[in-house]
């Protein structure tokens, strides 16, 4: 029911920026649990941030704290997650994710994107 559409990914040297964005299919995006995960090579998907439904609540992983911040234009369908101060450790492939659940665990998401590599160079 829900598609997703990623775009913003590419090369960044440390220390610099990017930002991604995310649309969704249908107007009932709004209703869903939101967020962006990350895998790197040879770890485990992990999520990076996550967002609830209004906008009002996130949630961030200790290593990107202070550095990341996501917001949603749900008028729009659109998530998005403004990459500052990049570290070489940020580079990973970075998927969108929804779903109805109200925790921001893999069991939440149940739509997913494909991906956007974001590599970040030093």
């Known amino acids: 029911q829900v598609q997703l559409v990623e775009s913003g990914g590419g090369l960044v040297q440390a220390g610099g920026s990017l930002r991604l964005s995310c649309a969704a299919s249908?107007?009932?995006?709004?209703?869903?649990?939101s967020g962006w995960f990350r895998q790197a090579p040879g770890k485990e998907r992990e999520c990076a941030v996550g967002?609830?439904?209004?906008?009002?609540?996130?949630y961030y992983a200790d290593s990107v704290k202070g550095r990341f911040t996501a917001s949603r234009a749900n008028a729009i369908n659109t998530q998005y997650l403004q990459m500052n101060s990049l570290k070489a450790e940020d580079t990973a492939v970075y998927y969108c994710?929804?779903?109805?659940?109200?925790?921001?665990?893999?069991?939440?998401?149940?739509?997913w994107g494909q991906g956007t590599q974001v590599t970040v160079s030093s």
């Open positions: 967002i609830s439904a209004s906008g009002q609540s996130t």
């Open positions: 994710a929804a779903g109805l659940g109200n925790y921001y665990t893999l069991g939440t998401f149940n739509y």
């Open positions: 249908g107007r009932t995006f709004r209703s869903y649990t």
